[in-house]
Antibody, heavy 120, light 107 residues
Framework: QVQLQESGPGLVKPSETLSLTCTVS????????WSWIRQTPEKGLEWVGY???????DYNPSLQSRVTMSVDTSKSQFSLKLNSVTAADTAVYYC??????????????WGKGTTVTVSS | DIQMTQSPSSLSASVGDRVSITCRAS??????LNWYQQKPGKAPKLLIY???SLQSGVPSRFSGSGSGTEFTLTIGGLQPEDFATYYC?????????FGQGTKVEIK
């Protein structure tokens, strides 16, 4: 059974870069799309983007200028970097497997989430 | 951008009740609509994808319907473990926007 685990600093200073890693266990990272989603009380759930195991990406246009995702298949990990963070980036960040069935996309396995606070 | 509007924002119901939640999209999107359940402190859980396909392992009391701009999640016979917040999500655009959520509470 595939499991996902987010890891990374829980506190990031304003203007710095938020870096998170998601480790995939119990299954292969190859052949799948992998995504990041964040959640705040104010804005709710927000799609951040996805990365295919080959490295191709698709980002939320509203975050595209600040987001970079990468994948390391040898470590079964994929990562998120969000630069120039502000307090508005404070959120619970989830990683999830994104399944594609024809032209339908949906997230069937989620990590437990990690809270990232942006504060000096 | 596609706006996703859920109604109601919250509802109170009793165990055994039939409950329906509506999600309206600001533009037509065929059946590119997913439903998730989230309990406090937990990650969302996929219930329905493609508007009406039940995710493996999800009880059959959950069903989804609709296409275009109006979609419905129905819980046929509410169980104690179903009290949670439910979100729709469009997978039509690159924003993959979520609805604001519907909290189902115990009456």
């Amino acid at each position: 059974q595939v499991q996902l685990q987010e890891s990374g600093p829980g506190l990031v200073k304003p203007s710095e870069t938020l870096s998170l890693t998601c480790t995939v266990s119990g299954g292969s990272i190859s052949g799948f799309y992998w995504s990041w989603i964040r959640q705040t009380p104010e804005k709710g759930l927000e799609w951040v983007g996805y990365i295919y195991y080959t490295g191709s990406t698709d980002y939320n246009p509203s975050l595209q200028s600040r987001v970079t995702m990468s994948v390391d298949t040898s470590k079964s990990q994929f990562s998120l970097k969000l630069n120039s963070v502000t307090a508005a980036d404070t959120a619970v960040y989830y990683c999830a497997r994104l399944l594609r069935l024809g032209s339908y996309y949906y997230m069937d396995v989620w990590g437990k989430g990690t809270t990232v606070t942006v504060s000096s | 951008d596609i706006q996703m509007t859920q109604s109601p924002s919250s509802l109170s119901a009793s165990v055994g009740d039939r409950v329906s939640i509506t999600c309206r999209a600001s533009q037509t999107m065929n059946k590119y609509l997913n439903w998730y359940q989230q309990k406090p402190g937990k990650a969302p859980k996929l219930l329905i994808y493609g508007a009406s396909s039940l995710q493996s392992g999800v009880p059959s009391r959950f069903s989804g319907s609709g296409s275009g701009t109006e979609f419905t999640l129905t819980i046929g016979g509410l169980q104690p473990e179903d009290f949670a917040t439910y979100y729709c999500q469009e997978s039509y655009s690159s924003l993959r926007t979520f609805g604001q959520g519907t909290k189902v509470e115990i009456k």
